[in-house]
C-alpha cells in the first residue's frame, strides 16, 4: 500500500475509535441520568420544572399585585408620592 492509502486508513481507525469512546461514556452518563433517555438532548428537567413553578409563582403574585391596586384605587401618582422621602 501507499503511503496515502496507509495514512487514510489510519485516520479512518482512528477515528472510529474515537466515535465507540464517545458512544461508550454517554451511555455511562445516561445510564446514571434516569430523567433523560435520549443521548443527544439530555436536559436538566428537574432545574426547568422548578423554573416553570418559579415563573408560576411570579406572575400569579404580579396578578394579584395589580387586582390589589385596582382594587384600592391606587395609581401612578399615590405610589410616586408613597415611595418619596
Known sequence: M??????KQQRKERR????????????LI??????????QNSLPIK????DLVKNLLFTVFA?????I???????FD???HLLRF
Open 69 to 75: 391596586f385596582k382594587k384600592t384605587g391606587y395609581g
Open 2 to 7: 501507499s503511503k496515502k492509502k496507509l495514512s
Open 47 to 50: 432545574q426547568i420544572k422548578m
Open 63 to 67: 396578578v394579584v399585585l395589580i387586582l
Open 78 to 80: 399615590e405610589i410616586k
Open 16 to 27: 472510529l475509535k474515537e466515535i465507540q469512546k464517545n458512544i461508550s461514556q454517554n451511555v
Open 30 to 39: 445516561t445510564a446514571d441520568k434516569t430523567e433523560s433517555t435520549d443521548i
